[in-house]
């Protein structure tokens, strides 16, 4: 998972959240934990599409395992604390006291889920990218990922409900 993208998506999510305060509305607040959770998931439908030649060593040697965990666990190091923090700040920031027991709830199960369908994802339908000596500097530009992307942002309900 490259940096730039989950960069990209964390900001977008916390970007989309604040909006609506702009014009005096707090109803979408409390969900923009949930909707970084999905937007996560999107970010790393493609684990193994931009490994290039790469993923041959972690095939050669054995460590498939370490590799899947590796990279499930640091999806949530990334994402979990903004997004739990997300959650309680902006639910409180909101005043809608009835979101309380939805959002908290709905935010770990939804970034955990992301972890594991990701890497289901991405060894499903694996998009490949060009090799690492080709690949360009925009990472829009690193294989087609879309059909992943939907699938993790409508899929990525199911841990919530």
């Known amino acids: ?3 730039s993208c989950t960069r990209r998506s964390s900001t977008c999510c916390g970007a989309t959240g604040l909006l609506p305060p702009t014009f005096g ?4 607040l409390p969900w923009a ?9 999107a970010a790393v439908c493609n684990l193994y599409g931009q ?3 790469a993923l041959w060593m972690t095939l050669l040697t054995g460590s498939e395992r370490a590799d899947l965990r590796g990279r499930q666990l640091a999806h949530l ?3 979990a604390p903004i997004a739990l923090a997300l959650a309680v700040g902006f639910t409180a920031w909101s005043g809608l006291t009835w ?3 939805w959002v908290p709830a709905m935010t770990p199960a939804m970034i955990g889920g992301q972890a594991g369908l990701g890497a289901l994802i991405s060894v ?3 998009s490949p990218g060009p090799d690492a000596h080709k690949r360009p500097d925009n990472p829009l530009e690193q294989g087609d ?5 939907n699938l993790m942002v409508w899929g990525g309900l199911l841990p919530a409900i």
């Open 145 to 149: 990922t879309v059909g992943q992307a």
């Open 99 to 101: 979101t309380w027991p």
């Open 33 to 41: 934990a949930p909707a970084l959770a999905i937007m996560s998931g």
């Open 124 to 126: 499903v339908a694996l």
């Open 25 to 28: 509305e707090h109803l979408l």
């Open 77 to 79: 190091i990334i994402f």
């Open 1 to 3: 998972m490259s940096t």
């Open 51 to 53: 490994d290039g030649t």
